[in-house]
């Protein structure tokens, strides 16, 4: 562990602070007077978060869409990608997750790469995701893509200056090709505060049912903030276009978070019985082209 990260978790535990579970669902770092650490309020445009009921309702409204375009994709032979990227902690695998809950997984897949095995090393570096690409009627959702190269490979020097260039130079023609080919693909960034991240990796190393989700890279990540936040942006600049645009999700409150996910993708399509109370523009607040956010 970092030294930064270990003697701010070893205060914590000093001082009595503990993870309040509600029931698996976004624990909360509690300190000894049972209120919950607010790091989530830092730059966030409300003054609370969604409350547990609007949000039950609002995500299974969603869901039931989900549905809905699914079935609308498989009858027409549509393929859909969405690509998750953002802060480690950030929220992308639970919303993943609520995109998950319901669907026709014969139809729907998610696509988690580990490291490339030495025969994947020596390929064209897209051809490994390319063989996950989605078929006629199938929605395939990648934690963590391609992209890969411009953030965690750049920012730890896991690829050379050349790889990264090279790889920035071919994104947008690649991404194109992906279009033209009838292939939809929405790019997500979910965006959280450094100190709600710190309070975040902080609950995952003080709860053992959650510590597995804490990796030396995660750690590794504290200290190099300002160089992640250099590389969001210059991918940004290079690979957000009118044909593939990059999105940004503010997640320090992860359910409206979940929500906006949901309701900007199926936005997006004229599915068959779509419901326009349900599914219609997210809210600007939390989400915004990938040029035009400010921070992180």
């Given amino acids: 562990m970092q030294n930064e990260l270990r003697r701010y978790i070893d205060r914590l535990r000093t001082e009595g602070y503990s993870v309040r579970d509600d029931h698996g669902e976004d624990p909360d770092l509690i300190d000894i007077h049972g209120r919950a650490v607010d790091t989530w309020r830092e730059n966030y445009p409300y003054d609370e978060r969604m409350d547990r009921a609007t949000y039950e309702v609002e ?25 998750f990227e953002g802060r ?102 979910f965006s959280v505060t450094q100190n709600e991240q710190r309070t975040r990796f902080a609950i995952r190393q003080l709860d053992p049912v959650r510590r597995w989700k804490l990796s030396e890279m995660d750690l590794e990540s504290l200290d190099k903030w300002d160089e992640y936040t250099s590389a969001k942006e210059e991918m940004f600049r290079r690979t957000d276009n009118d044909y593939t645009p990059w999105h940004t999700i503010k997640s320090n409150d992860k359910k409206r978070a979940r929500i906006n996910a949901m309701r900007f993708f199926l936005n997006q399509f004229d599915y068959a019985d779509k419901d326009k109370q349900v599914v219609f523009a997210p809210d600007e607040r939390i989400i915004q082209r990938g040029r035009d956010a400010v921070g992180d």
């Avoid at 869409?65 to 690509?83: P, T």
């Avoid at 997984?105 to 998610?110: K, L, P």
């Avoid at 989605?134 to 963590?144: K, N, S, W």
Wanted: hydrophobic content about 40%; aromatic content about 14%; proline content about 3%.
């Fill in 88 to 189: 480690d902690a950030a929220g992308k695998g639970g919303t993943i997750k609520r995109f998950q809950e319901y669907i026709n997984v014969r139809h729907a897949r998610v696509v988690a790469l580990n490291k490339p095995s030495d025969r994947e090393a020596g390929q064209w570096y897209m051809q490994r995701y390319i063989r996950h690409f989605p078929t006629a009627g199938e929605l395939v959702m990648f934690d963590r893509s391609w992209y890969n190269r411009a953030g965690v490979e750049r920012v730890m020097d896991f690829c050379t200056e050349d790889e990264y260039e090279r790889f920035l130079d071919h994104v947008p023609p690649f991404e194109r090709l992906v279009v033209d080919a009838g292939i939809s693909l929405t790019k997500f960034w």
């Fill in 59 to 83: 995500k299974y409204l969603l869901q039931i869409e989900l549905l809905k375009f699914q079935a609308w994709a498989k009858d027409n032979g549509s393929k859909h990608i969405i690509v």
